[in-house]
């Protein structure tokens, strides 16, 4: 009992910077999405692609979670994107405070979407919001299409999928129709979107998308 207690204050006191953290992206007008997935699915090569294909429309930035090193956001800012590195150091997953302190070293101005781009987990992050507009999950095929019902709850609070990789579905056990199905029987309100980071299949779609979806400044 005394463990569910514990959870329960430390969830209360992350979402109320939560609360806080969404207030001021709603303020400044940043759409802001939690991009979450297992280790290796493809998170910083999808903003990479996002990246070319808003580079021209869309003022983008960036906080980097990771458990150790700062190899993504060297990635992120070869691009001229403004990026924060959080290194959790162990920790498998970011909160609503470590994303509210990394707001103070990144400069909002002008800025129209924000990636949170969480550490490589698809447990302990589906629990924590982060102040996000939209949690963004991404599976790839290589991980199999039951993946969604090994972890539900994170495609439960989830808005959109990404189902990435599809450029190997020849070479793979994986039948995205199955992967799509089962995701939507947990959620039959994902929005889903079949993309690969190679070939730059299904990009086009999801950048479209993130246009629509912008919010507007305040």
């Known amino acids: 009992m005394s463990v569910i207690t514990i959870e329960r204050k430390v969830l209360e006191k992350n979402d109320q910077i939560a609360v806080r953290n969404r207030r001021l992206f709603e303020e400044r007008g940043i759409f802001t999405l939690n991009l979450v997935s297992s280790p290796g699915s493809g998170k910083t090569s ?90 963004v999950v991404v599976l790839s095929t290589t991980e199999g299409d039951d993946k969604p019902l090994k972890y539900p709850a994170m495609i439960r609070n989830s808005s959109v999928l990404l189902i990435n990789k599809i450029d190997l579905i020849p070479y793979l056990p994986c039948n995205p129709d199955t992967l799509r199905n089962n995701a939507l029987k947990i959620n039959p309100d994902l929005k889903i979107f079949e993309i690969s980071c190679v070939t730059g299949e299904g990009i086009s779609g999801w950048c479209d998308w993130l246009k629509k979806k912008e919010c507007p400044v305040k």
Do not use: W
């Open 46 to 135: 999808i903003l990479e692609r996002t990246f070319q294909g808003l580079r021209d429309t869309m003022n983008i930035a960036v906080i980097e979670g990771d458990v150790q090193t700062d190899l993504d956001s060297q990635r992120v800012a070869q691009y001229g994107v403004p990026v924060v590195q959080i290194v959790t150091l162990g920790g498998c997953h970011l909160d609503a405070n470590l994303v509210q302190d990394a707001l103070t070293k990144l400069d909002l101005t002008g800025v129209e979407l924000l990636f949170i781009e969480n550490v490589g987990n698809l447990v302990c992050p589906s629990n924590y919001d982060l102040g996000e507009a939209l949690k």
